[in-house]
C-alpha cells in the first residue's frame, strides 16, 4: 500500500512540476511583452513549493515573521525537501552548489528557472556568486542561503561558511535566518533518515523512501540579525549564536553520535 502510495506521489508531483515549469517559461518568452519575469518567476516558485508540500504531504508550520522582498535569508540545511519548504513561505531564489545540476530531472530544472550556482572548488567563484547576489536581490525576489554547505540528520547547526555573506556586510542590510526540523507519523519512518538526506544513500533511494511517508511536518522558526558587524566571520558567529537558541533538532544529537557516523551527502 505505501509503494501505491508512493508512486501516487511521484507521479502527482512530476505532472504538477511539468506545468509549473512550463508556465516558468511562457514568462520567459512573453517578458519581452513587459512582463516583470523575475517576480512572475517568484511567484509560480512560491506556487509551486505550496503544490510540492500538498501533493508530498508536507505540512509547514512557521514561527516568526515570513520576510518579504528584498530579504537575504541563510537555513540550517537538512535535505533537497527544504526547498519546496522555503519555496512554498517565501518568494526567492536559492544560491546553490553546482553538483545540483546533476541530479536527475532537478537539475534540468533549477538550471533554466535562474537559480544561482557557486562551484565550491574554485575560490575565485565566490566573488562572481556575491555579484550575482547583489544583482538579484530586488522587490521581486530574496536570496536563500544554505551556508553550512552540505545537509545533516539536523543533529547540529553544522559550522557555517562564511563566503556567501559578504554581501549583507557591504551591504549593511538585516540576515533574517531560519532553523527547519523535521517530523513523520508514529508509523513513518522517523524524520532524521527519511526526510534528513546523509549517508550513502542516493538521490533516487532516499526520495522514494521519503514518499512512503504519509505525513511529515516542517517547523519553520524565522528571525533576523542585524548586519552591524565589520567582516563576515563576526557576522557568521552572531547569526550561528542566534541559530543556536532557536534550533530544534530532529533526532537528539547524543544518541545520534553515539549510534550513527556522520556522512554528508552534499
Known amino acids: 500500500m505505501r509503494w501505491i502510495t508512493a508512486v501516487i506521489k511521484l507521479f502527482s508531483f512530476l505532472i504538477g512540476t511539468l506545468i509549473l ?3 516558468i517559461m511562457f514568462c520567459v518568452i512573453f517578458s519581452f511583452t513587459g512582463i516583470n519575469y523575475q517576480s512572475c518567476r517568484s511567484y509560480l516558485l512560491n506556487v509551486w513549493g505550496k503544490l510540492s508540500c500538498f501533493i508530498l504531504g ?6 516568526g ?11 540550517n540545511h537538512l535535505s533537497y525537501i527544504d526547498v519546496f ?7 526567492g531564489i536559492f544560491v546553490a552548489k553546482s553538483d545540483v545540476k546533476d541530479w536527475p530531472l532537478v537539475g534540468i530544472i533549477v538550471s533554466t528557472v ?3 550556482f557557486i562551484n565550491r572548488q574554485k575560490r575565485s567563484d565566490v566573488t562572481r556568486v556575491n555579484d550575482q547576489i547583489s544583482k538579484n536581490i530586488n522587490e521581486s525576489q530574496g536570496i536563500i542561503v544554505f551556508p553550512e554547505g552540505t545537509t545533516s540528520p539536523g543533529h547540529r547547526i553544522l559550522p557555517l561558511k562564511t563566503s ?14 531560519c532553523t527547519i526540523r523535521y517530523e ?11 526526510v534528513c538526506w546523509w549517508g550513502d544513500i542516493s538521490f533516487i533511494n532516499h526520495f522514494l523512501k521519503f514518499l512512503k511517508n504519509r505525513r511529515t511536518y516542517a517547523y519553520v522558526r524565522i528571525g533576523f540579525v542585524d548586519s552591524d558587524v565589520s567582516d563576515r566571520k563576526s557576522l557568521a558567529e552572531k547569526i550561528k549564536t542566534e541559530m543556536n537558541v532557536h534550533f530544534s533538532p530532529t533526532i537528539d544529537p547524543d544518541w545520534f553520535e553515539e549510534n550513527h557516523e556522520f556522512k554528508p551527502v552534499i
Open 21 to 23: 515549469y512550463s508556465m
Open 58 to 63: 508536507i505540512s509547514v508550520i512557521t514561527e
Open 65 to 75: 515573521e515570513i520576510p518579504k522582498p528584498p530579504f537575504f535569508l541563510i537555513s
Open 85 to 91: 519548504v522555503l519555496f512554498a513561505i517565501v518568494r
Open 114 to 116: 535562474g537559480l544561482l
Open 164 to 177: 556567501l555573506l559578504q554581501y549583507p556586510v557591504d551591504a549593511g542590510i538585516p540576515v533574517h535566518y
Open 184 to 194: 513523520t507519523n508514529e508509523n513513518d519512518n522517523h524524520a532524521y533518515n527519511s
